[in-house]
């Protein structure tokens, strides 16, 4: 089946935007066996457009175009469409009745350029958008079927996965069978997990396609199997890398580091608290984004001052004199004070240098201390992550929450990068 | 002039990898006036290759070839032109110099595998890469010069810069002169937008182009000319817009609201704390994301139940009880006692239902009290915003950075999001 997709949006072109919209499309697709081999991505031009949609429709079986379909004059995937197939703009009453409970909902007024999205070309059957203003629509044109989805990340996530995909799904032929299975991996490198592999498992199936997927600082390893027989195999091979890799795997399933650690601490009904300064609340929010947080967590300390240390969580003033905000016994007084003072059972504590400014010989910047565990069993190490502001934190914050995992797991092994 | 550019390999299609090349090539080309209308992006497949290679051609006058330069069995751009051009591929004794002095250079063999690289089409020229084994190389064909660049990304922008954006420049007419102004704003919705100018500027200039991106929730408004004449009368409509859109607009400078509000606390040598419950984090995360956010912020509070907004930054238990803990009185009382406890100049405090789960009839979720202000002089605001809860959070946080950042610029303008 040839599926192609069509891009659009000025923001595509100029790179003000990085377009992750067409990998996600490629991946939902992937996960059904369909390979998109042609992608065209072109500015908001009307002529430009109808062009596209004439030419790819003649080729494709199937054409996805995302993107254009907003309030405003530049969105134009509407008009392109109607042009190319030389039908009218007509107003969709199922669009329009659409627009107007969701500004109900939203408790905004509807206006005449909201009203535009209503307009869609004769004869197109509306796909619902049950998290946005514009619906997306469908009609054949060259024996081919167009689909036109939003831009919105959030609002093309759900179209696609629960509209679209259902309908491609049932044009499928029986044999294709494409399977992917995904490990979330933290503590080692790209280039260190391949050598791992070829190493340890020399007679890797040629059939299971091995895929990297670098997430900063967490890797996903990817196994994608094209045909029943390979996918049965595939079982033997993943737990082949479950004993090479041990806790370095993170989970099978597709969630977060943080959807997981919050899930290990339900399941224990344990509570978790946090003292941060140079994360500065970022492993307090990665928890509380997840739903449910508030069964594990109860309150974080964002403590970026020396005084606000002392005030807050109790280190003693004489410990940040004599070793300074970035030591071992600072973070690990920290630790103890966010327990003392939440009464949580687990705590991360972290104190660093996020930089660029701030490092000095003896302690550059990268460097940071941090505290993880239990009242009475604190363990503390000392860390150095050479990277910018923003993945240090990131980073940071990484490890606090993989070493809490370990701890909730009862993990015995020593990660890789605790050696 | 019309450029295009041809992107190549297994890995763009599959959504493995995010296409960051493309808005390089388009960044660097905006840079000279020049801006691409199209791209097509197409999986290591031969014939796909040359179809496109002699559709693109036909109409373009420029055509930037992107990857497939490697030495593997995929890498397929320099056999792929040849086959388009008609012209057989011959080993081209510079590109085979390059790759002797580089693998010297590298302390390795020159493989046949690495040899393949120097196989380019008849009287093709090479282009020098400083940093890699693949040299590129161009062509004219159809009319259009064809340039064929490396995939790696560090070896493209040497090329680009060095060697390739020279010799488009030598091509531009004089008059060719793009210039791009920004906005980001707050606070207005994309439809709201549109009409506001629509209404009160129907005027508007038809040299000087409108772009909207929305950022969710913030919006940049993008104003684009395309002469010298448009580039100076944009002016006059910057003053427009500012004028209409008054403090709705956070920065005409590229750099986001927590920068902007870290800035504005620099300047007036003053100090931020915030009291959370319902984002977690995220506000005090926003700020000391900023580099010398230490400046400004010496403490954050992170109080997700009841229990710990009483015991760390004392809220009535009385309040908690009568009220509920999303309420005037609570967000009050949390304003109040994170500002004593951390000695802040001004404050954030945030209590609310995120969701999914935890709304009432009478509390749904999305509802949200915020406070703001200085000692003395608290405000508070109940707000309801409806999103998932990872956007509900984010939403949360702009409002009360946009809050604090309209007191410190003094403003006396009510913002739409409080009418």
Redesign the interface.
Known sequence: MNVQLLMTG??L????????N??????EL?QIGI???????????LQ?LVD?INHNSQKADILIINGGL?????DLTAQALAKACQKPLVENQEALEHLHSWCK????KL????KKQAWLPESADIIANK?G?AVGFELIHNNCQIFCTPG?P?ELTHMLQEEIIPVITTKLPESLCIDVSRLLIFGIGESNLQKLIDEQLPNWSNEIEL?F?AGMPTIEL?LTTRSKKATKEKQYWLDQLKGLLGAHIITDKPISLSEHVVQLLQQSNKTLT?A?SC???????A???V????QV?????????N??KS??IDVNEQTLITHGAVSEQVVREMAVGALN??HADYVIAVTGI?????GTKEKPVGTVWIAWGAKGNINTHCFNIKNN??NF?HHVCTLGLDLIRRILLNCQETPNYLK
């Open positions: 000025n923001e072109m100029s790179g003000d935007i990085i377009d992750t067409s990998a996600f499309i490629a991946q992937m390979e998109i081999k042609r992608r065209v991505t072109i500015a908001d031009d430009l596209e907003g309030p405003t004059v530049d909902y939203k408790g905004i206006t005449p350029q909201n998290t203003s919105v959030k895929g997927r990817k946090t941060e994360t500065g609340g970022l492993i307090a929010s928890i509380t984004q739903s449910g947080a508030s967590f109860e309150a974080g300390f964002v403590t970026y001052s005084e606000m005030a807050l003072k939440s996020a930089g660029p400014l701030g502001r923003l934190q």
